[in-house]
Structure formats: C-alpha cells, structure tokens
C-alpha cells in the first residue's frame, strides 16, 4: 500500500532523514537531480534543510509517497515567487528511491502535484530533466511538451556533460 500526502515544514523536519536517504538512494543510481556525489550526505542535508525553510514560507509545497510508513518518492511544487508568475509553478524533485520504482508512484506524484497546481489556480507547469532520460517519457505520456534543450547543461554522476530539456504543461 502506497500512502500520498502532503507535508508541512514541521513534518518534513520530523522525517529529514527519510528524505535524505531517498535524495541519497537517487544520487547513487545516477539520477540528474542537482548533486553528483551521493557519499556527500551534507550537502543532501543542506539541501532538504533548505527546502523545509521555503516550505515554512508557504512558497513551496511537497508532496511524499509512503510505503510501510517510510517515504519512498517526493514531487515538489515550487511556486513562481514574482508577482507576473502567479499563474505558473515549476515541479521538482520528482524522486523515487530504487526500492519502489517501477510500481507507478511517480506517475501518481505527477498527477496529484498537477491536481493540487490546479485547485491553487495555477495554469502553467514547468520543469526540467536530463536529456534522454526514462522521466521523459514519463512527462510526455502526461501530455506535458518539449519547450527545448540546452547542451552542456549539468554534470553527471560520472562528471560528463549532459543536455537537458526543458518541458510544460498547460492546465485546463
């Protein structure tokens, strides 16, 4: 059984580490995410640290999937912090660990995230991913569209180069 929630602050600071471990868990399969050394538990930590502070501004939302009551995969939701970006949000952190994968979570994250974007009257989503990557497909079977690509872009786990691509979704 798959649990889906949002939390607030308070309680991403009460469950830190299991965001961690799943960040961690990405980093080490090679996920595009923002980091390239998931032995780097610091800097993981900083960043979720970071997070819980814009989600107790109430410019960010996050969204988490529980399995026997442990996060396995979170989605956020990062709203457009200038006055002519009402209407938009961009997604991110669309993250499942390795264990739970291939058991529809992410899909499930996408579509409650797209359902919450709508009900705060956002109307278009953003968000970016590397080049090639199976999130690709993923977006695209969610009907979000390429806006394009830019080379070079950020460095992998294995210190290459890769491309990434730049994706939309307008709500109706």
Known sequence: MIDYQMLSATQAQQRLSELC???????AQGASVGF???ADQQAILRFWQNRIY???????????????GAIVATVMINNSAMPNGRHRAEISKLLVHPRARRQ?????LMQQAEQRA?????TLLVLDTRSGDVASDLYRSLDWQVAGS???YAESTTG????????????S
């Open 21 to 27: 471990d799943v960040l961690q868990g990405c980093v």
């Open 36 to 38: 390239i050394d998931a």
């Open 54 to 68: 814009s989600l107790a501004s109430g410019n960010d939302e996050l969204w988490v999937a529980s399995q026997h």
């Open 104 to 108: 529809g979570i992410a899909r499930q």
């Open 118 to 122: 709508r009900q705060m009257g956002k």
């Open 150 to 152: 830019i080379p070079f």
């Open 160 to 171: 290459e180069l890769d491309a990434t691509t730049y994706m939309f979704k307008v709500l």
